[in-house]
């Protein structure tokens, strides 16, 4: 499994990838243009990412706009459904507006408020089909 964790904040950003790393190859992106371009990268290496935890503030592009851009890469390559990547907003912000957004015109497939606890992020990938016996 491929993961990518997009998160400006170093601290958040090392523990995310701690608590990720069983499960799979993680990669770090450090703004939101970043992630977009690992992610169409992946892509065109032919190796797609599962999931993507993506943080809402950041830098250059924020999470929402980085959410976006993926969502439209995926479509204009018809790509939909089972096919799109996982992502897991990772926020500080739980304003009910960031969260309608991120899901009703983002397209996300789940919305975790900070600071993330180990066990409510492991039933959170539970819940999307990622658990460590299948992997
Ligand atoms: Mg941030």
Do not use: H
């Not at 009703?104 to 066990?119: D, N």
């Amino acid at each position: 499994m491929r993961v990518l964790i997009a998160e400006d904040d170093f601290v958040t950003r090392k523990s995310l990838e701690r608590l990720m790393q069983q499960y799979g190859e993680c990669d770090e992106a450090t703004t939101g243009k970043e992630a977009v371009d690992c992610f169409r990268m992946a892509w065109e290496e032919k190796k797609p990412y599962d999931l993507i935890l993506l943080d809402i503030m950041m830098p250059d592009l924020d999470g929402q706009d980085a959410l976006q851009q993926i969502r439209d890469y995926e479509r204009s390559r018809g790509i939909v459904g089972f096919g799109e990547t996982k992502v897991i907003m990772v926020s500080a912000l739980d304003d009910p507006r960031n969260v309608v957004r991120a899901f009703y015109s983002g397209g996300a497939s789940s919305y975790l408020v900070k600071p993330i606890r180990e066990q409510k992020l492991y039933e959170e990938l539970e819940k999307l089909g990622f658990n460590l016996k299948s992997i």
